[in-house]
């Protein structure tokens, strides 16, 4: 990976971006990246890292046209989504972004600002799924029935599980109940599951 | 030497009613009588599905139309006696059964109890017979036949290991797939992370050894 050069573009936009990096100010750069890194991997396709309002502020405060203002959030962001695509180190990262005009202190802080979020992002990145429903939390409840009303004196044990499933839309419920023997057969196919999962460890 | 007939404090009306009845009829009617109840109880189901729906639906009207039949016959023979007696026969015998059942009464029990109502003997002899046979076989159905939520049928699981996704480019973590379908037919396709999964292993085993403790326990006594 470290051979190819992961910020090659021959867009002379995203040069001209790098270059208006170079001239915004350290310390307020190192707080623009800081926000920008909260929302790799997290943003939905299309949503806004800042808010209209503080887009506003922004170009005044770095003195920055609308324009100017939004191909420096894109180009950060790109050089952040191919950091994490590659998942390489701060140091790599140095090199490569050596290869592009980015000046020193500007690569300095891109360096700073990996090293302290890269394990959080990518432990996001790696769970983030593509299926519809996921296992988000259990409960169960554990019970013995007494009498029913076709029947009095009854000891059975019996128990109900609670499968919360999350979707990126809605949650659903899946409520089961297990007797003893249904409970045993369960737990065997668990194990069967969880003998593959060591072979893989 | 206080215990109490298996009908309860006060024997139900409808089994009163069915007393006089019986004092006066034909073994092999109430025989009939009494087959009828039997395949009525065997069919009847709560959790019935559409197929079984309709052959309980089936059965109760195949009991209807004999009842009436054995009714007219009976008229004809007796014209004193009530439209609707095959009608009060079977729902008696219907309560006596279903009560046996309900309190497991054992067939000595049975005898005691009924005895006591005067039951002629002939009769008597004829539903301790039915009873003797019927009564396992008919505990073991009400006992699964219960109201429950949905029971798990069938689970099918793959384990993968995703090497890339598009947001990054190394993965390598197992992820297990399932999918479940209960008793409701309904089917669910869904992801299991490993950590989801442990959860998901220690509180089924957490569960399974908690049924087990409790069936150590002497105090009570658990029906398998």
Redesign the interface.
């Known amino acids: 990976m470290s051979g190819h050069n992961i910020f090659e573009t021959t867009s002379s936009a995203f040069n001209e971006s790098l270059a208006l990096i170079n001239k915004v100010d350290s310390s307020k750069f190192t707080r623009i990246l800081s926000r920008i890194v909260q929302k790799i991997g997290v943003r939905e396709k299309g949503e806004r890292i800042f808010s209209e309002a503080e887009e506003e502020q922004l170009q005044g405060v770095l003195g920055l046209s609308t324009n100017q203002l939004r191909s420096i959030i894109e180009a950060t962001s790109f050089i952040l989504d191919q950091i994490a695509y590659y998942a390489i180190s701060s140091n790599a990262l140095a090199s490569q972004l050596d290869k592009t005009i980015l000046a020193k202190d500007k690569i300095q802080t891109f360096q700073n600002v990996w090293e302290e979020n890269a394990e959080h992002i990518l432990q996001q990145l790696k769970s983030k799924t593509v299926s519809p429903m996921v296992l988000d939390d259990i409960g169960w409840r554990f019970h013995l029935q007494m009498s029913q009303s076709s029947m009095s004196k009854i000891k059975q044990s019996s128990a109900i599980f609670e499968f919360n499933l999350k979707s990126s839309n809605s949650n659903e419920k899946m409520l089961l109940e297990f007797n003893r023997e249904q409970l045993q057969d369960l737990y065997l196919k668990l194990e069967d599951i969880q003998e593959k999962l060591d072979t893989l460890s | 030497m206080d215990r109490i007939s298996f009908l309860g404090y006060n024997t139900p009306t409808e089994v009163k009613n069915v007393l006089p009845i019986l004092a006066k009829i034909e073994q092999s009617y109430c025989r009939q009588i009494v087959s009828l109840v039997v395949s009525y109880l065997k069919a009847k189901k709560?959790d019935s599905n559409q197929q079984e729906y309709q052959k309980f639906n089936q059965i109760t009207k195949e009991i209807h139309d004999k009842l009436s039949i054995a009714s007219q016959q009976q008229q004809t023979q007796q014209t004193q006696q009530q439209d609707d007696q095959s009608s009060i026969l079977f729902t008696g015998i219907y309560y006596i059964l279903?009560l046996a059942?309900?309190?497991?009464v054992s067939v000595e029990y049975f005898i005691t109890d009924l005895t006591e109502l005067k039951i002629p003997s002939t009769i008597l002899t004829d539903l301790q017979k039915v009873y003797t046979n019927i009564r396992k076989e008919l505990?073991d159905k009400?006992?699964s036949?219960?109201?429950?939520?949905?029971?798990?049928e069938t689970?099918k699981?793959r384990?993968d290991?995703?090497i890339s996704?598009s947001?990054?480019?190394?993965?390598l973590?197992?992820?297990?797939?399932?999918e479940?379908t209960?008793t409701k037919g309904?089917k669910?396709?869904?992801?299991?992370?490993?950590d989801?999964?442990h959860?998901?292993?220690y509180?089924?085993?957490k569960?399974?050894k908690?049924?087990e403790d409790?069936?150590q326990l002497p105090i009570?006594?658990?029906?398998k």
């Not at chain 2, 059942?101 to 497991?104: A, F, N, Q, S």
């Not at chain 2, 036949?145 to 798990?152: A, C, N, R, S, T």
């Open positions: 709560i279903k059942i309900k309190t497991k505990i009400v006992l036949d219960k109201i429950l939520f949905p029971q798990l689970l699981w384990v290991v995703i996704s947001f990054t480019s190394r993965i973590h197992p992820i297990i797939l399932m479940t209960d309904n669910r396709t869904f992801e299991v992370s490993v989801m999964f959860k998901l292993r509180n089924v085993s569960v399974l908690d049924m409790l069936d009570l006594k658990i029906d």
